[in-house]
């Protein structure tokens, strides 16, 4: 029997080789074979590990988006105060990277796969509420301190949130008009827009 680290390792390889095929090849198209192909292993262990392809990509969802919450705790340092959050949290989600481009992917397929399987849009509202939470909380956090000048939070955290959505997949999608930078310059616009005078130099 596999000593638990290697079970964890063993799990990890093919929830990483799962997302670079959903990146690559999309959520319809994937195959365990190529996941298999991808991780090194034989489709047998793919299937010893996650008993169908619905469980492993739900899983692989799951593992894209803790991912995402490591690369979001990396930038988001401690002491930064809720200005400067929001912020750091829309450049944690640029798609500047090889690992972030991959996880935009990822998640455009959840939500394209949402539209047809009730199941994976409520994966979709385990996750992303989550991430929507903590824009949530950065904007109270403000408001609560008098950095911010918003009227409804939730509604705030709505729009940034869906601008950042619609900007990042226009970026992704290699749109003439909106390229990383703008996406960047937009979402500290709109932050700036909401802080009260004194906190817009932060």
């Known amino acids: 029997m596999a000593r638990p680290s290697a079970v964890a390792e063993r799990r990890r390889e093919i929830l990483e080789a799962t997302c670079a095929v959903v990146s690559e090849r999309g959520f319809r198209d994937l195959r ?11 489709t047998g262990t793919v299937h010893y590990y ?5 469980e492993l990509l739900r899983e692989a969802f799951r593992f894209e988006y803790e991912e995402s919450r490591l690369r979001r705790e990396r930038v988001v340092t401690p002491g930064l105060d809720p ?5 750091a949290l829309a450049d944690a989600y640029l798609p500047s990277s090889p690992q ?9 397929e959840l939500w394209i796969s949402a539209l047809r399987d009730p199941s994976m849009g409520q994966v979709n ?4 509420g989550e991430w929507r939470q903590a824009v ?5 956090e403000g408001q609560e301190q008098g950095l911010l000048d918003v009227g409804d939070p939730a509604l705030v955290a709505n729009m940034y ?3 950042m959505d619609g900007l990042a997949i226009q970026v992704l999608a290699g749109a003439q008009a909106i390229s990383i930078e703008d996406m960047q310059a937009t979402c500290r616009a709109f932050v700036d827009s909401v ?3 004194t906190a817009t130099t932060a």
Do not use: H
Request: hydrophobic share 50%; glycine share 2%; net charge positive.
């Open 32 to 42: 365990i074979v190529d996941v298999a192909r991808k991780a090194g292993y034989s």
């Open 50 to 54: 996650f008993d169908s392809k619905e």
């Open 83 to 87: 200005v400067a959050r929001l912020r």
């Open 100 to 108: 972030s481009v991959r996880s935009w992917r990822v998640w455009m």
């Open 125 to 128: 509202d385990v996750y992303y």
């Open 136 to 140: 949530l909380d950065a904007i109270v």
């Open 161 to 163: 949130v869906s601008m």
């Open 195 to 197: 802080a009260v005078p």
